[in-house]
Nanobody, 125 residues
Framework: VQLQASGGGLVQAGGSLRLSCAAS????????MGWFRQAPGKEREFVAA????????LYADSVKGRFTISRDNAKNTMYLQMNSLKPEDTAVYYC???????????????????WGQGTLVTVSS
């Protein structure tokens, strides 16, 4: 399985970006998907997750109300719409695929794998 995150870039505070995560080598339809991020000098942290049906989502408190996770199983792709960006959102964003089919949706990065290279989001103040 290969995951390719894209859509990052430099944006001013208050701006928006839309990240994409395209998968190859596996049909994602039966797997939860998640976005995580890692800022310089910090550990990877949970951002958002979406169930394999798309019917359930989870968000970190720090992004709730600003970020929206979605998926298009027909395109084998997941998205993260990021609005009202803040400098503290600056990080490399990684997408992960659930390890098990039809699993319970979690915030735990140990339940996800196949991270890929990530995409850098930089928010200037």
């Amino acid at each position: 399985v290969q995951l390719q995150a894209s859509g990052g870039g430099l944006v001013q505070a208050g701006g928006s970006l839309r990240l994409s995560c395209a998968a190859s080598g596996r049909t994602l339809s039966f797997y939860n998907m998640g976005w995580f991020r890692q800022a310089p000098g910090k550990e990877r942290e949970f951002v958002a997750a979406i169930s394999w049906t798309g019917g359930s989502t989870l968000y970190a408190d720090s992004v709730k109300g600003r970020f929206t996770i979605s998926r298009d199983n027909a395109k084998n792709t997941m998205y993260l719409q990021m609005n009202s960006l803040k400098p503290e959102d600056t990080a490399v964003y990684y997408c992960g695929c659930g390890r098990r089919r039809w699993d319970v949706l979690t915030r735990n990065d140990q339940d996800y794998a196949y991270w890929g290279q990530g995409t850098l989001v930089t928010v200037s103040s």
